[in-house]
């Protein structure tokens, strides 16, 4: 293939033309060789970067191809290339050239959609693909079809992420419970996967009711939960075995503006029946583990360690915070606004990290729902600044925090608590 493919690229439009007008058969044989190169091209590691020229070429060719007859004339109601009229005509190509200027079609970068567009266009980013969609009806078609530019850039996007009410991106809610049942195919080719890539980017940074949108601005209660929309995938995020790849991963970011007391940063696994939960107190630099053991009187049993050291004494938090999943461990990171003097305005430092810090033994189920704790009423800004797979910086283990005995613990019971001091 490689010969062949090296000579059509090498066709500049005049000869190109000329060797259109050349016999039928063998058009349509050539035709045929570059079609099964084109296949073997898509199937072969790294074809696009090896024959990046032959994709053009082929397109050009066998669009010229299914639209030229017999007589050498060309009936393509598309855009067409002139024919060179210089060059010396002989035999029977002379006598069925007409005294009037040929046009050859141009290719059509659709027309290539059985293998080397979806590969040239699986690298195009969001932003390139709403261009594209926004130039070619024949392109948008294309690309929000299943297994489509929008599908595989969900799947990617999006992997390990589900969607309140709507289940992961590429299953949907059908089968959402049993990854051995088997999607809908007609549900599948029905999808407007362009729409639901749009809408997956748009509402999985948000609170669930009563906190609808990205940001928080006012608490009623104290000790009030506001749940995330989006919901963790461990069986996608879980441990790098089987169907989970070890850097398969995933990152959420919020941002605190304004906080008058105190916010953390929690993912609990309640959605599937459990009463566990992992939190981040960015003021404090301690990670907490906490499962309840009876709910009245209540009584919890938890434990603590503290990775980074406390910044905000008697100050809530004001900067970011973000939680990291990977291969079925979490880390958590901050950047708090900090000020060197009374006069200037704060600025955000650097990043830090608690490295990972613990493992999923504690979760029940597969799926993990992030959400932040308030431990009072009040006036907020807080706001999800994204959900994706990349986290501002890259944690280390951290090996003492996989060491029970270097964690404190944090017990806690209604009774006693109530119970008078003796």
């Not at 040239?120 to 024949?138: I, M, N, P, T, Y």
């Not at 605190?256 to 107190?281: I, M, R, W």
């Amino acid at each position: 293939c490689s010969s062949d493919l090296k000579k059509a690229g090498d066709l500049s439009a005049p000869r190109f033309s000329r060797a259109l007008a050349g016999d039928r058969k063998q058009i349509q044989q050539s035709a045929a060789n570059m079609e099964t190169c084109t296949k073997n091209m898509v199937m072969a590691p790294g074809a696009t970067e090896a024959y990046p020229w032959a994709f053009h070429a082929i397109g050009r060719f066998l669009g010229a191809c299914t639209t030229t007859k017999a007589n050498g004339f060309c009936t393509a109601d598309g855009p067409t290339e002139p024919v060179d009229m210089d060059m010396q005509w002989t035999g029977c190509e002379a006598m069925r050239l007409p005294q009037q200027q040929v046009r050859a079609p141009a290719a059509a970068l659709h027309e290539l959609e059985d293998g080397p567009y979806f590969v040239v266009a699986g690298f195009l980013d969001a932003r390139s693909l709403g261009a594209a969609d926004a130039a070619c009806r024949s392109l948008r078609q294309l690309n929000q079809a299943f297994s489509g530019p929008w599908h595989g850039l969900g799947m990617q996007t999006f992997h390990g992420l589900e969607l309140e009410n709507e289940g992961v991106f590429e299953r949907g809610t059908a089968g959402d419970d049993d990854e051995d049942v088997v999607v809908e195919p007609r549900w599948l080719a029905r999808v407007d996967w362009r729409n639901r890539f749009a809408r997956f980017r748009a509402e999985l940074p948000t609170f669930r009711s009563p906190f609808a949108g990205h940001e928080i601005l006012s608490v009623e209660q104290a000790d009030e939960i506001a749940y995330c929309r989006c919901r963790l995938r461990t069986d996608y995020l879980g441990t790098g075995t089987g169907s989970c790849p070890s850097d398969a991963a995933a990152y959420l970011e919020v941002e605190v503006l304004k906080n008058p007391d105190n916010v953390s940063l929690a993912v609990v696994d309640f959605e599937a029946g459990g009463c566990s939960s992992v939190t981040f107190s960015p003021d404090t630099g301690a990670v907490i583990r906490e499962r309840k053991v009876r709910e009245a009187p209540r009584k919890v049993e938890g434990a603590y360690i503290q990775p980074l050291a406390t910044i905000t004494a008697g100050q809530g938090f004001e900067g970011s915070m973000g939680m990291y999943l990977r291969g079925g461990h979490l880390a958590f990171f901050r950047r708090h606004y900090r000020s060197t003097s009374e006069n200037e305005a704060p600025e955000l430092g650097p990043w830090e990290t608690t490295g990972f810090v613990t493992d999923l033994s504690w979760a029940e189920g597969r799926r993990l729902t992030p959400c932040l704790a308030f431990r009072n009423e009040g006036s907020y800004q807080v706001r999800m600044v994204c959900v994706s797979y990349t986290p501002p910086m890259m944690p280390e283990r951290t090996v003492a925090a996989y060491q029970d005995s270097n964690w404190s613990s944090l017990d806690w019971d209604a009774t006693e608590q109530d119970a008078p001091e003796m």
